[in-house]
């Protein structure tokens, strides 16, 4: 399991550094776009928009004790996150059910690595 190191963020638009040190340390861009939380106990981002790549650049460390060495956020995500392969059985399942609904797309998320859970909040 991936260890917090620095838990940090960059806003895009208005080129704020921002780095959550302790728990409950919220800290807030200037212009309002995203902020960072959690300190090194779990993270926690907001963003204005759809999509949080357009608002901020994850700095975040952390540290992998298999190879004893630091990981990107990047990399964080690409290690924890498993992809399943996709199954015929699958595929034949998804085309019996019924039509899909418009996903809500998230105003706001979050992904704690320890726990390895996703978080959203949606639009109404």
């Not at 040190?21 to 981002?45: E, M, P």
């Not at 790549?53 to 460390?61: G, K, N």
């Not at 199954?87 to 797309?105: G, L, V």
Request: proline residues 6%; charged residues 40%.
């Amino acid at each position: 399991m991936l260890k917090l190191v620095s838990n940090k963020i960059r806003c895009l638009w208005c080129g704020d550094i921002l780095e959550s040190f302790t728990v409950h340390d919220f800290k807030r861009c200037r212009c309002g776009k995203c902020f960072t939380d959690g300190g090194l106990d779990y993270v926690r981002r907001g963003f204005d928009g759809d999509d949080p790549e357009a608002v901020y650049e994850d700095l975040s460390v952390y540290y992998d004790p298999e190879t004893k060495r630091s990981v990107t956020a990047k990399e964080a995500n690409e290690k924890d996150i498993p992809h399943p392969p996709e199954t015929d059985k699958a595929i034949e399942e998804s085309k019996d059910d019924e039509p899909e609904q418009p996903k809500k797309k998230p105003i706001r998320g979050r992904y704690n690595f320890d726990t390895g859970e996703t978080i959203a909040e949606y639009t109404e």
